[in-house]
């Protein structure tokens, strides 16, 4: 069980709104990712969720029950932050125990659990070691296998892969999805990675200035942006934005055109430009495009054997089935 409600939730600090009045759904075992920029108010609507924070206005339900007054022990829930917190004088067993000792479970039920989250974690080989002697993503496991053993009905995840390198995000984001596969609990994710997002969400919540810009599946967040902000947030390299007499053209104050759905051309296309800095990523190339006199920069992906160089000259072609609408407000027109 871990469905949980905002029905009008708020948070102030003093005359500052920091998150307006919002209502949010999640369900029992989504794994449910909160994005945005940072000072958007993601960590902030979690650490309400977790009762870190007590909220000013507006009603938590977990599982059905009014969950707004109670402190964290009492939610059910299990937090994990970007800092490990682990004690650095006992071993990784004892660490992942130390909630269960607290909570006062039986001993045989104690070793149950962390041998089924070591085995989960693959930290069976490493229970007898202490967190200075394991590599930061390691030490994530074991501050995720910590979590596990209370068996929460729900985890909360505060940018748990910030303080990795790249190569250790990206194996800890397949660690944490394959957990969450494994385990079927809900887990609510917060980060400001758009790519940790698209590739570990059932479900994208998108945060602005405390407010929910859109609630959606990755590829309806893609396909179907609701207003430019989301347009330029999901997706990357970010969306190309065109105003003017070319977006008027579309009957619309702007139009947008991911790098990926621009056609470039040696010969003939529809805008052309010049070649600014091209990044060669090995099977992608990404070119940024000048004096088009459509935008300052249009970036277009292309393959990565297409042989374009800084200066050279260029012409683009939008898909027309791929082209986004937006009016004067910034929304999307369909």
């Not at 069980?1 to 307006?20: E, H, N, S, W, Y």
């Not at 000072?39 to 029950?65: F, H, W």
């Not at 002697?133 to 729900?154: D, F, K, T, Y």
């Amino acid at each position: 069980m871990g469905r949980i409600q905002l029905k009008q939730v708020k948070k102030a600090f003093g005359d500052v709104t920091v998150i307006p009045p919002l209502d949010l759904e999640i369900e029992d075992g989504e794994f449910v990712v909160f994005v945005g920029p940072s000072g958007c108010g993601k960590s902030t609507l979690l650490r309400l969720i977790a009762g870190l924070e007590d909220v000013t206005g507006g009603v938590i339900e977990i599982d059905g029950a009014d969950a707004t007054g109670l402190p964290p022990a009492k939610r059910g829930l299990a937090m994990v932050f970007q800092s490990y917190a682990l004690y650095p004088h006992m071993s990784v067993r004892k660490n992942i125990a130390f909630p269960m000792k607290m909570a006062g479970v039986p001993q045989d039920e104690q070793e149950k659990r962390i041998s089924d989250a070591a085995r989960a974690l693959n930290l069976t080989d490493y229970l007898d070691r202490r967190p200075g002697q394991l590599s930061g993503g390691q030490r994530q496991r074991v501050a995720i296998g910590r979590a596990i053993v209370r068996e929460p009905s729900a985890f909360l995840f505060d940018e748990p892969l910030s303080n990795l390198d790249a190569a250790l995000r990206v194996g800890m984001r397949m660690e944490i999805s394959e957990l969450h596969e494994k385990l079927e609990t809900t887990m609510i994710y917060v980060t400001h990675d758009q790519v940790e997002a698209m590739t570990m969400a059932d479900k994208i919540v998108v945060l602005q200035a405390g407010v929910v810009e859109q609630v959606g599946t990755p590829l309806d967040l893609y396909r179907a942006p609701q207003n430019r902000f989301v347009a330029g947030f999901i997706g990357s390299p970010k969306m190309n934005f065109i105003e003017g007499p070319e977006a008027a053209n579309h009957g619309a104050h702007a139009i947008g055109i991911r790098p990926e759905h621009l056609d470039a051309s040696t010969e003939s296309g529809a805008w052309k430009g010049r070649v600014g800095v091209s990044e060669h990523l090995g099977s992608d190339t990404f070119l940024h495009v000048h004096d088009t006199g459509l935008a300052e920069t249009m970036t277009v992906r292309v393959d990565g054997e297409f042989g374009l160089h800084a200066g050279d000259d260029v012409w683009l072609t939008p898909d027309p089935d791929k082209i986004h609408k937006f009016d004067a407000k910034g929304l999307r027109i369909t």
